[in-house]
């Protein structure tokens, strides 16, 4: 079972993103719990989606305790109450330009950035990254495949279709490095 966790503040996206990628992973098959953690309800402050994904049914109902895969929406959420979620084998991608060497402070755990506004931008997308994350995420996570996500993002996006499905593309085909974000 992959334990998925996904972070971001109010406005930002993550609730789409964590039901995109739900809706993704159950079109390709495999069964999915999701459920939200909203912190005040307003903007800007931490929300988290969290999923489970299996080729069996779910029968765990409990809060996620160690993560297999964590996608951060912002780096300022890098916390101690976030990455104790995380072991040495956590997949943590982050929104971020900086360098992955930028984040030598967190040496034993598996730190991944990925520039969701830069790609978000390139493709029309002003400061939206959640499309861009995902194809980001899906590549390194090795599933679900691009095809699905990005028939999932076209139909699921209230606007901009064309330029989320771009930004999650070029995500993916910018993020393709299996052997080294291996879960």
Do not use: W
């Not at 503040?9 to 459920?35: H, S």
């Not at 307003?42 to 779910?58: F, K, N, Q």
């Not at 929406?73 to 992955?100: C, H, W, Y």
């Not at 755990?109 to 990254?129: E, F, S, Y």
């Amino acid at each position: 079972m992959r334990e998925i966790v996904i972070l971001g503040r109010g406005g930002q996206g993550a609730q789409t993103a964590g039901n995109q990628l739900a809706r993704a992973f159950f079109a390709e098959g495999f069964y999915v719990q999701t459920f939200a953690t909203y912190g005040g309800a307003r903007r800007g402050t931490p929300v988290m989606s969290s999923l489970r994904i299996d080729e069996a049914p779910i029968r765990l109902r409990s809060n996620i305790e160690c993560a297999s895969a964590i996608l951060c929406f912002d780096q300022s959420l890098l916390e101690p109450g976030l990455l104790s979620l995380a072991d040495d084998k956590t997949l943590i991608m982050v929104n971020s330009e900086r360098p992955r060497n930028a984040f030598k402070d967190f040496k034993s755990l598996n730190i991944h950035p990925v520039d969701g506004r830069g790609i978000a931008r390139r493709n029309d997308m002003g400061k939206v990254v959640n499309s861009a994350l995902l194809g980001a995420f899906a590549a390194a996570l090795g599933a679900p495949g691009l095809a699905m996500l990005s028939d999932v993002i076209e139909a699921t996006s209230p606007a901009k279709q064309r330029q989320n499905v771009a930004a999650c593309r070029e995500a993916y085909q910018q993020f393709q490095h299996p052997t080294e974000v291996a879960i």
